[in-house]
């Protein structure tokens, strides 16, 4: 089965901090990985996403996250946080044939604080 | 270009009555998924077309139902209400089915009475 854990409902940290957003996935099969990010009243943004190749993705607003097959894992992280990355920030994952359904994790909610 | 439209944005409706929300994604975009959003059970599947065709349903009741067009637009349809339906119903496009990632709309924030 697949699924996708996000260990931290809460993240907060304080302005220009460097900051990890944890997200584990399992599958028995492939998966492509997705951060999306929501912000109050709106849908979720698409930050980020891991197809294949090198295992270091970034994002325009400087998030980069890491594809790590050993660990299961696809943290996301940002070595400097502003007030505007206040968030809800959502992993999710996605297998690369047969049904094309996503799972998403339940969501880190980012408070950065000034 | 557009992104994708939700209409409407808000709804306010009374238990046993039914509702349709409506998505348009974004031009070229054939598939097109829906997702319930609350505060306890977090993004839940509904439901994925791809060219007219539901290709994945979630776990919920047969009083959720949906379709999409032959211009790829898409509805869903709720009969029925009960208060537990009180939610963001959010839709999302892609351009195809895998690796391509969602667009999702401002979604329906759908209040049940």
């Known amino acids: 089965a697949q699924s996708v854990t996000q260990l931290d409902s809460q993240v907060p940290v304080f302005e220009e901090a460097p900051v990890e957003l944890r997200c584990n996935y399992s599958?028995?099969?492939?998966?492509?990985l997705f951060w999306y990010v929501q912000y109050p009243n709106q849908g979720l943004q698409l930050l980020l996403k891991?197809?294949?190749?090198?295992?270091l993705v970034e994002s325009i607003n400087g998030f980069e996250a890491e594809f790590n097959k050993s660990q299961t894992s696809f943290h996301l992280r940002k070595p400097s946080v502003h007030i505007s990355d206040t968030a809800e920030y959502f992993c999710?994952?996605?297998?690369?044939?047969?049904?094309?359904?996503?799972?998403f994790g339940t969501g880190t909610r980012l408070k950065v604080l000034a | 270009k557009a992104g994708v439209t939700q209409t409407p944005r808000y709804l306010i409706k009374t238990r046993g009555q039914q509702v349709t929300l409506s998505c348009s994604p974004i031009s070229g975009h054939r598939s097109v998924s829906w997702y319930q959003q609350t505060p306890g059970q977090g993004l839940q599947f509904l439901f994925e077309y791809f060219s007219e065709t539901q290709r994945n349903k979630g776990n919920f009741p047969g009083r959720f139902s949906g379709r999409q067009f032959s211009n790829s637009r898409s509805e869903m349809n709720v009969s029925t209400l009960e208060l537990g339906d009180s939610a963001l119903y959010l839709c999302a496009s892609s351009l195809t089915q895998q690796g391509y990632g969602y667009t999702f709309g401002s979604g329906t924030r759908l209040t049940v009475v």
């Open positions: 999710a994952s996605q297998i690369t044939s047969g049904t094309y359904k996503y799972i």
């Open positions: 891991y197809l294949s190749g090198s295992t």
């Open positions: 599958s028995s099969v492939s998966v492509y």
